[in-house]
C-alpha cells in the first residue's frame, strides 16, 4: 500500500549538506508490521516523516494506494495524515497546556465529529493503553512512559490504517515497553492495521513481520 | 473547535493575561478618543444656527463722558445711521461683547416654571441683530422698536432653554424671572463657541436706555464684494464720530476660524498622541503574537501532523486572538459604560454608545490585522522542521 521509490533526502544548511537518506526503495503492504533499526543518525526519523508524508523528498517517489502524492493539495495532505495516519513522534510531542484527554481528543478536532463522539473515542483509547485514571492530568504531571502512552492514544484514536511509530519503546522499561508492543501486535493482528516501527530493541524488531537495517541513510538490509 | 479554543486558552491563562491587559487599556484609551471625536463630531453635524458671512465687528471704547442714558442712545443712533448709509452696509445691530465665536461670556440664572436655571448665556442685543447674524425663529417673534413700551421686558430664549424650562410645552408668552420678564420668542441654539462646540442655554434681551453704557459692540452686515478699502473707510467713518475712542474692526468668519481652531488644538494633540499609542500596542500585540506563535511551532508542526490544514492552523491562531480580545473587550465595555451610567462628564448618551461601538470594532481590527501575519507563517510552517525542532 506504501511504496517508496529511490528516496533521497539531503539536508541543506548554510555550511554543510547532509543526506540522510540514499537512495531508498520500499514496499510495505497492507497488514504489515514493519520495523526499522539502525544506529542513531542514519536516517530512521527522516524516513518515518517521509513516509507520513510530512516532509518531502529531495529526488524519489512515494505512492500511496498506487497514487502518487507529489501532487497533492495541502487539504488532501491534510486529509490523508488526519483519516490514514497515526503518529508516535520519538519526543511525544504533547501539547502541554491541554490535559491528557483533550490531547488525545486532537486528532478528531480535524474532522466531522461529535462532543460525545470524541470524548468516547478518547477515553476507549486511553483505556487500550493503561491511562484511564490519568484522563485529566496535564502532560507536565506525567512520567515519560506515561506520556509515551498518550502519545499511542492519541495516535490510535482516529482508527488510522497505518500507524507509524518513532521509538514507541525507547523511553520504557521492558515491562512497559512490552505492553506496548503488545498493543502494536494486537491492532495489527485484529484490526489489521498496517505498522512501520523505528526501534533500537532487537526483541522488539524480531515480534515485527520484516525487519530493515539503515545505516548511513541506506538500507543495508 | 470553538469549545477546544476557549480550553486552550483558559489553561494558559497566565500567559495570556499580558495580552489581555495591553488589548484592554488600548481599549480604554481608543475609548477615550473616540468619545472626544464622536463629540465633536454630532455638534459638527448640527445646525450653527446663524449665517456669519460677511459680518464684521467693530469693538469700541465708550467715547463719551456721561452715564446719561438718553443721550448716550441718541448718539449711537446717530453712529448706526451714519454706518448703515455707507454704500456696502446692509444692516447694522448693537450687541453685548458676548458675540458668537468669541471667548467672552455673559452668564446669569432664569427662575420660570418653578425652576432656577444657572449658567444662561445672556445675550443683550438690538432689534436690528436678527437682521445682521439671521438667529433661526423658531416661534414667536423678535424684538421690536415697541418692546420698551411693555410692561414685562420682553426676552427670546433659545429651544435648549425652554426645553429645560417647560419640557415639551411651548414657552411662548410665559412670564419669568418672577413675573418680570416675557417670553416672546423662541429661537434656535447656536453653537456660539465654535462648530465643535455645543450649544448653551440662552437667552437674548434687549438693549434699553440702561444698557447703553456697557454696549461697545457693532455689528455691520455688508455686501459680500466689501474690501480692505471699505474697511478703512468705515473705521473713519467711525472714527470720526468717536475721537477718543480705542476702534478695532475684526470678521466673524476670522472668529469663527480661530475658535474653531482652538477648540480643534486639544483633539488633534490627543489624536496625535493616540495614534503614537496605538502604534504602540500594535506593535507590542504583533510582537506578543509573533512570540507565541514561535514558541508554539512544536504544537503547530503536532497539528499539521495529524491533519490539520494550514489555513486552520492560521485561523486557529486569529481566532484565539480574537477570543483574547473578545474578553479584553468584556472587562473594557464593563468600564466604559460607567460613564454613561454615572454621567461623568455631563454628555450625551449617545456619544458614549457610538463611541463604544466605535472603539470595539476598532480593537477587532487591530487584533485582526496584527494576527493575521503571524497567522499566515504560522500556517507557512514545515510540519517536519517545526516538529524537529522541538
Ligand atoms: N531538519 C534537519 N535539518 C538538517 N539536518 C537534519 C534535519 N533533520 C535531520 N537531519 C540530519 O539527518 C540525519 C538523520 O536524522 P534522523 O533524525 O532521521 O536520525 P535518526 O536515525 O532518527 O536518529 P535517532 O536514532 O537519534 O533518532 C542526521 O544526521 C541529522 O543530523
Ligand atoms: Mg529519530
Known amino acids: ?51 507520513g508524508l510530512l516532509d518531502i523528498p529531495t529526488k524519489g517517489e512515494i505512492k500511496i494506494d498506487e497514487q502518487k502524492t507529489d501532487s497533492l493539495s495541502d487539504k488532501q495532505l491534510a486529509n490523508f495524515r488526519n483519516k490514514k495516519l497515526g503518529f508516535i513522534f520519538q519526543s511525544y510531542h ?29 477515553s476507549e483509547a486511553l483505556g487500550k493503553v493503561g491511562l484511564s485514571n490519568r484522563v485529566k492530568h496535564f502532560p507536565t504531571q506525567l512520567s515519560g512512559g506515561q506520556k509515551q502512552r498518550v502519545a499511542i492514544a492519541r495516535a490510535i484514536v482516529g482508527r488510522p490504517e497505518i500507524i507509524l511509530a518513532d521509538e514507541p519503546t525507547g523511553n ?50 | 473547535m470553538f469549545k477546544h479554543l476557549l480550553t486552550l486558552i483558559w489553561n494558559k491563562k497566565k500567559q495570556n493575561l499580558l495580552m489581555i491587559a495591553e488589548v484592554l487599556i488600548s481599549f480604554l484609551v481608543i475609548f477615550a478618543l473616540s468619545t472626544l471625536i464622536v463629540f465633536y463630531y454630532l455638534n459638527y453635524r448640527k445646525p450653527l444656527g446663524l449665517e456669519y458671512e460677511n459680518v464684521w465687528v467693530v469693538s469700541y ?20 445711521n451714519t454706518v448703515e448709509a455707507l454704500p456696502q452696509v446692509k444692516k447694522t445691530g448693537f450687541c453685548s461683547n458676548n458675540i458668537p465665536f468669541y471667548q467672552n461670556t455673559w452668564s446669569g440664572s432664569l427662575k420660570g416654571n418653578g425652576k432656577e436655571i444657572n449658567n444662561v448665556d445672556n445675550y443683550w442685543v438690538d432689534e436690528n441683530y436678527q437682521d445682521v447674524l439671521h438667529v433661526k425663529l423658531i416661534s414667536g417673534r423678535w424684538f421690536t422698536k415697541d418692546d420698551v413700551l411693555a410692561k414685562q421686558k420682553p426676552i427670546l430664549i433659545n429651544q435648549k432653554l425652554e426645553k429645560e424650562l417647560f419640557g415639551k410645552q411651548s414657552a411662548l408668552g410665559k412670564l419669568v424671572d418672577e413675573g418680570n420678564r416675557k417670553i416672546i420668542g423662541v429661537v434656535e441654539d447656536v453653537k456660539a463657541k465654535g462648530d465643535y462646540s455645543t450649544p448653551k442655554v440662552s437667552m437674548y434681551m434687549k438693549v434699553d436706555t440702561g444698557s447703553w453704557h456697557f454696549i461697545q459692540r457693532l455689528l455691520v452686515k455688508v455686501s459680500p464684494n466689501a474690501d480692505a478699502a ?41 489624536l496625535i498622541v493616540a495614534v503614537f499609542l496605538i502604534i504602540n500596542v500594535a506593535l507590542g ?15 503547530i508542526g503536532l497539528r499539521r501532523a495529524i491533519g490539520a490544514t494550514g ?14 480580545a473578545t474578553l479584553s473587550l468584556v472587562i473594557g465595555t464593563f468600564f466604559a459604560i460607567q460613564f454613561p451610567l454615572l454621567d461623568v462628564f455631563d454628555l450625551p448618551k449617545e456619544v458614549y454608545l457610538i463611541a463604544l461601538v466605535l472603539s470595539i470594532l476598532f480593537i477587532y481590527l487591530l487584533v485582526f490585522i496584527c494576527s493575521l501575519y503571524p497567522g499566515k507563517q504560522a500556517a507557512a510552517i514545515y510540519p517536519a522542521v517545526a516538529l524537529h525542532e522541538e
Not at chain 2, 504583533?286 to 514561535?294: A, D, K, T
Request: aromatic share 6%; proline share 2%.
Open chain 1, 172 to 221: 520504557l522499561d521492558s515491562t512497559m515497553g512490552n505492553e506496548v508492543m503488545d498493543i502494536l501486535l494486537n491492532l495489527n493482528k485484529s484490526d489489521g492495521t498496517t505498522i512501520v516501527m523505528v526501534t533500537h530493541d532487537e526483541n522488539m524488531a524480531k515480534k515485527t513481520h520484516r525487519l530493515v537495517r539503515l545505516f548511513d541513510g541506506s538500507q543495508v538490509q
Open chain 1, 94 to 122: 504533547l501539547i502541554n497546556d491541554l490535559k491528557v484527554l483533550d490531547n488525545v481528543e486532537l486528532p478528531l478536532l480535524y474532522r466531522e465529529s461529535s462532543a460525545k463522539e470524541r470524548k468516547d473515542l478518547a
Open chain 2, 285 to 299: 500585540l504583533f510582537g506578543v503574537l509573533w512570540y507565541n506563535i514561535n514558541k508554539r511551532r512544536g504544537e
Open chain 2, 61 to 80: 471704547s465708550n467715547p463719551l463722558k456721561t452715564e446719561n442714558g438718553d443721550s448716550l442712545k441718541l448718539f449711537y443712533k446717530d453712529l448706526l
Open chain 2, 230 to 270: 471699505f474697511e478703512g473707510r468705515l473705521y473713519k467713518t467711525i472714527a470720526g464720530m468717536m475721537k477718543n475712542s480705542n476702534l478695532e474692526i475684526e470678521h466673524l468668519v476670522d472668529k469663527r476660524k480661530s475658535i474653531n481652531y482652538f477648540s480643534l488644538v486639544p483633539m488633534i494633540v490627543s
Open chain 1, 1 to 51: 500500500m506504501i511504496r517508496l521509490q529511490n528516496i533521497e533526502k539531503v539536508y541543506r544548511t548554510d555550511t554543510v549538506e547532509t543526506l540522510a537518506l540514499n537512495s531508498i526503495s520500499l514496499d510495505i503492504a497492507k497488514g504489515e508490521f514493519l520495523s526499522i533499526m539502525g544506529p542513531s543518525g542514519c536516517g530512521k526519523s527522516t524516513l518515518l516523516n517521509i513516509i
Open chain 2, 311 to 324: 489555513k486552520s492552523v492560521s485561523s486557529q491562531l486569529v481566532s484565539e486572538s480574537m477570543i483574547l
